[in-house]
């Protein structure tokens, strides 16, 4: 199964540009809404430097010593970073989702702005439409609350950096069609990544996992057991993690892990109570890789 010839994605975030980035290598045209048309431009540019990174590490790939990677092909499908270009709009009206087979909320793990923007997306588009929430730790049935037709409602949880990821997890809400989770499965499947199918549940699978880890990690760091660096390559080197937990998380960013600790703690309890030092980094605004600091300095990287 390919994937749907038009797709809309909410939000042009970092999240958002790399959902984007997938469906266009894969032969989609993809809409793009952002909150105004200053945001619209720069989640445009975003979109567009995915390709070109794409395009370029494929020449590279082929041809290592090409200087031109223009019309170098970025897929096994053929789709190069013009064409895959050609296929994006990004803009602020909403109403250019309405003719979409698929549309992936996309904005910051938050419960009212979730939910508002998948009120805005059911309002629109066509009632035939499957409509995804990209949400890594929010109930699929609080959020579905927004869906006048709930059957055609479930998560899509893609992991950051999208591109490198190969992991989405679909999230099977308490309504969610039989129909539309396979639907769901095969396009994945055909954005060349591998899903797991887990039940509505606080956290899903990979975040109550990643996140348990993650401020574990945090709270050695604060009781001085090792470094950071040495926390990480603790999992890294005797654990085979590809990159360690504190390292993971200034990538994801701190504010998001923050976000999906205190939905978890809300669940389950002090187990998942977010440690000092992350409330403290998040206050002072350093939250990781995109701002320059959170446990790691990223400024030279």
Same mark, same amino acid.
């Not at 959902?19 to 045209?29: K, V, Y």
């Not at 390559?233 to 504190?246: D, K, Q």
């Given at each position: 199964m390919t994937t749907?010839?038009?797709?809309?994605?909410?939000?042009? /975030?970092?999240?958002g540009?790399?959902?984007?980035?997938a469906?266009?290598?894969?032969g989609?045209?993809?809409?793009?809404?952002e909150?105004?048309?200053a945001?619209?431009?720069?989640?445009?540019?975003?979109?567009e430097?995915?390709?070109?990174?794409s395009?370029?590490?494929?020449?590279?790939a082929?041809?290592?010593?090409?200087?031109?990677?223009?019309?170098?092909p970025?897929?096994?499908?053929?789709?190069t970073?013009?064409v895959?270009t050609?296929?994006?709009?990004?803009?602020?009206?909403?109403?250019?989702?309405?003719?979409v087979?698929?549309?992936?909320?996309a904005?910051?793990?938050?419960r009212?702005?979730?939910?508002?923007?998948?009120?805005?997306?059911?309002?629109?588009?066509?009632?035939?439409?499957?409509?995804?929430t990209?949400?890594?730790?929010?109930?699929?049935?609080?959020?579905?609350?927004?869906?006048?037709?709930?059957?055609?409602?479930?998560?899509?949880?893609f992991?950051?950096?999208?591109?490198?990821?190969?992991?989405?997890?679909?999230?099977?809400?308490?309504?969610?069609?039989?129909e539309?989770?396979?639907?769901?499965?095969?396009?994945?499947?055909?954005?060349?990544? $591998?899903?797991? $199918?887990?039940?509505?549940?606080?956290g899903?699978?990979?975040s109550?996992? /990643?996140?348990?880890?993650?401020?574990?990690?945090?709270?050695m760091?604060?009781?001085?057991?090792?470094?950071?660096?040495?926390?990480?390559?603790?999992?890294?080197? /005797?654990?085979?993690?590809?990159?360690?937990?504190?390292?993971t998380?200034?990538?994801? /960013?701190?504010?998001?892990?923050?976000?999906?600790?205190?939905?978890l703690?809300?669940?389950?309890?002090?187990?998942?109570?977010?440690?000092?030092?992350?409330?403290?980094?998040?206050?002072?605004g350093n939250?990781?890789?995109? $701002?320059?600091?959170g446990?790691?300095?990223?400024? $030279?990287e």
């Amino acid at each position: 199964m390919t994937t749907p010839t038009r797709v809309g994605v909410i939000g042009g /975030g970092r999240m958002g540009a790399g959902i984007a980035h997938a469906f266009l290598l894969a032969g989609s045209h993809v809409t793009v809404i952002e909150q105004n048309e200053a945001a619209a431009t720069v989640a445009h540019e975003r979109v567009e430097s995915l390709l070109a990174r794409s395009s370029q590490r494929a020449a590279h790939a082929s041809h290592p010593t090409h200087e031109s990677a223009a019309h170098v092909p970025v897929d096994g499908s053929g789709t190069t970073t013009a064409v895959a270009t050609g296929g994006l709009v990004v803009g602020a009206d909403i109403h250019a989702l309405r003719d979409v087979q698929l549309v992936i909320e996309a904005v910051p793990e938050s419960r009212a702005l979730k939910a508002v923007a998948l009120a805005r997306v059911n309002d629109v588009v066509d009632r035939a439409a499957v409509i995804a929430t990209n949400t890594s730790s929010i109930s699929i049935d609080d959020l579905a609350a927004a869906i006048d037709n709930p059957h055609r409602f479930l998560g899509l949880h893609f992991f950051n950096p999208v591109p490198s990821s190969a992991l989405v997890e679909v999230v099977r809400g308490a309504h969610t069609a039989p129909e539309v989770l396979e639907r769901a499965q095969a396009w994945v499947e055909a954005l060349g990544k $591998t899903s797991i $199918t887990v039940s509505n549940a606080p956290g899903f699978a990979s975040s109550r996992l /990643g996140v348990a880890l993650a401020l574990e990690a945090m709270r050695m760091l604060e009781e001085g057991v090792a470094t950071a660096a040495d926390i990480d390559t603790a999992m890294e080197r /005797g654990y085979r993690h590809p990159v360690g937990p504190l390292r993971t998380t200034d990538i994801v /960013g701190l504010d998001v892990r923050l976000d999906i600790a205190v939905e978890l703690q809300r669940a389950f309890g002090d187990r998942f109570a977010p440690p000092e030092i992350l409330r403290r980094l998040v206050a002072e605004g350093n939250l990781g890789r995109k $701002t320059g600091r959170g446990f790691y300095e990223w400024s $030279t990287e």
